[in-house]
C-alpha cells in the first residue's frame, strides 16, 4: 500500500501510472468499473472511466498548479477516491442511476481505507493527509449549489472550520478537486458541464468574499462560532456573549485508543460518568441494547448539570448524532462542550485493546470503525484532536 502513495506524488507530476493505480487500488477500481452514472451528467459511463478523467483534468488546472506538493497529492488521492461511495449507494429509481448520499458514504469508505490499509493514522502528519482527503471527498458536491443555496454561507464557513484541526483542508483545495470534477465528465447537454465548472468559478468568490477560502473563517469567539454554525440568527463577526458556567469534556475514541490514560492524566480532578463502568454495575454486555446505560447516564449527567458541576463523560462517541444528542442535554444547562477526540497508531489500538480485562472483540472495532466521523469543529465550542 505504500506504493499508493508513491504513485500519487508521482501522478502529481504529470506522470499518472494507471496500470499501477489500478493494483493498489483493485478492491476499489472493479466495482467502480462496473457502476453505472446517470447519462445525463455522466456519459462517459462508469465511475472509474469518469474517476481517471476527473484526475487527469486536475492535473491541468491551475488552480491545483499552485498547490504546495503536499496540498497536491491530498487532492489527487481524493479525486481518485471521491466517487467510491457510489459503489454501495447506486441505485436504478425513476428510470435513472442514483447514488444518494455517496459522498458521506464514501468518506467512511475512505477512512476506513486510509487508516486501516495505508496506515495513515496515529500521528498529526498523517491524520491530516488522511483527514483533507475525507473532508474533501465528504463535501465535494457542495461547492456547485453554494451560490444558489439560501443558507450557502454557514454552510462554506462550517467546511472552512475543519481547517482549524486539519490545516492542510481549505475551500481552495475543494474547490480544485471539484472543478475537476465537472471538468471531468461528459454530459449529453455541453451546457450541463459547463455551468458546474463556472458555478464552482462562483463558489471560489464567494468564500474569498465570506473570508473562509483559504483558512477557516476567524469568528471573534469560540461561543460565537458554534451559535453561528448552529443556525443561531446572528452575524459571525459579532461577539455574543457567552452565559455558560463551565465546560463539560466529551471523550470520543475507538476502543483501546487510551481514554481512561489520558483522562486520569490530564483531568483527573474531574468527576467521570463512564459508560463502560455504568455496563459493569449492571451487568449489561457492550453488544446488548444500551438505552439503559444511556440514561442512567443522562441522569447522572443532569444531577451534575444542576450543581454547575464540570464532568467527563467518557464513552466512544464516534458519530455527529450521539455526540450532538450529548451536546443538546449540556448545553440546554448552559454548559460549553470541549470535545477531545483521540487517536492512535492501528496496530497499537489493537494491542492495548487485547491487553484490557474487557477487551473488544477485534471484529466489532472493525466495524465501529465503519462508523467513525472525527468531530468537526461546529459540533461544539471547542474541538481537539489528538495523537496518543
Not at 464516534?318 to 444528542?325: D, E, Y
Amino acid at each position: 500500500m505504500e506504493d499508493l502513495l508513491r504513485l500519487v506524488s508521482q501522478a502529481v507530476k504529470q506522470n499518472i501510472d494507471w496500470s499501477g493505480i489500478e493494483a493498489a487500488l483493485s478492491s476499489f477500481v472493479i466495482p467502480m468499473s462496473r457502476t453505472e452514472q446517470n447519462p445525463a451528467f455522466h456519459a462517459e459511463g462508469d465511475v472509474w472511466t469518469h474517476t481517471k478523467m476527473v484526475c487527469e483534468n486536475l492535473g491541468k488546472l491551475d488552480a491545483f498548479r499552485t498547490l504546495s506538493e503536499d496540498q497536491q497529492q491530498a487532492v489527487f488521492l481524493a479525486a481518485l477516491l471521491h466517487d467510491i461511495g457510489k459503489i454501495p449507494t447506486t441505485r436504478w429509481e425513476d428510470d435513472k442511476w442514483t447514488s444518494p448520499n455517496h459522498t458521506q458514504v464514501g468518506s467512511k469508505m475512505a477512512r476506513q481505507f486510509l487508516w486501516q490499509k495505508l496506515g495513515l493514522c496515529g500521528t498529526p502528519e498523517k491524520q491530516q493527509l488522511r483527514e483533507t482527503v475525507c473532508n474533501l471527498i465528504r463535501y465535494h458536491s457542495f461547492p456547485p449549489h453554494a451560490i444558489d443555496d439560501p443558507d450557502g454561507k454557514r454552510k462554506l464557513l462550517a467546511i472552512a472550520a475543519n481547517g482549524q484541526n486539519c490545516p492542510m483542508f481549505t475551500i481552495e483545495l475543494l474547490c480544485a478537486l471539484c472543478e475537476a470534477d465537472a471538468l471531468g465528465r461528459e454530459c449529453i447537454d455541453e451546457y450541463d458541464r459547463i455551468h458546474m465548472a463556472e458555478q464552482v468559478q462562483l463558489c471560489r468568490e464567494f468564500a474569498k468574499e465570506s473570508g473562509c477560502y483559504d483558512a477557516p473563517y476567524p469568528f471573534p469567539s469560540a461561543h460565537t462560532q458554534f451559535s453561528y454554525l448552529g443556525r443561531k440568527d446572528i452575524a459571525p463577526e459579532v461577539e455574543l456573549y457567552d452565559d455558560s458556567w463551565g465546560e463539560v469534556i466529551l471523550m470520543s475514541g475507538l476502543p483501546g485508543t487510551g481514554k481512561d490514560t489520558w483522562i486520569k492524566e490530564h483531568y483527573p480532578e474531574l468527576p467521570m460518568i463512564s459508560l463502560d463502568e455504568i455496563r459493569k454495575e449492571m451487568k449489561i454486555s457492550p453488544r446488548g441494547n444500551q438505552s439503559e446505560v444511556v440514561e442512567i447516564a443522562r441522569d447522572q449527567a443532569r444531577e451534575l448539570l444542576r450543581k454547575k458541576q464540570s464532568f467527563i463523560w467518557n464513552a466512544t462517541n464516534l458519530s455527529p448524532m450521539i455526540r450532538k444528542k450529548q451536546i443538546k442535554m449540556f448545553t440546554q444547562y448552559h454548559a460549553s462542550t470541549r470535545i477531545v477526540y483521540l487517536e492512535t497508531d492501528w496496530n497499537e489500538q489493537l494491542r492495548r485493546n487485547a491487553c484490557r480485562a474487557d477487551a473488544v472483540p477485534e471484529q466489532a472495532i472493525c466495524r465501529m470503525m465503519e462508523e467513525l466521523i472525527p468531530s468537526e469543529a461546529k459540533e461544539s465550542t471547542c474541538v481537539q484532536w489528538i495523537c496518543v
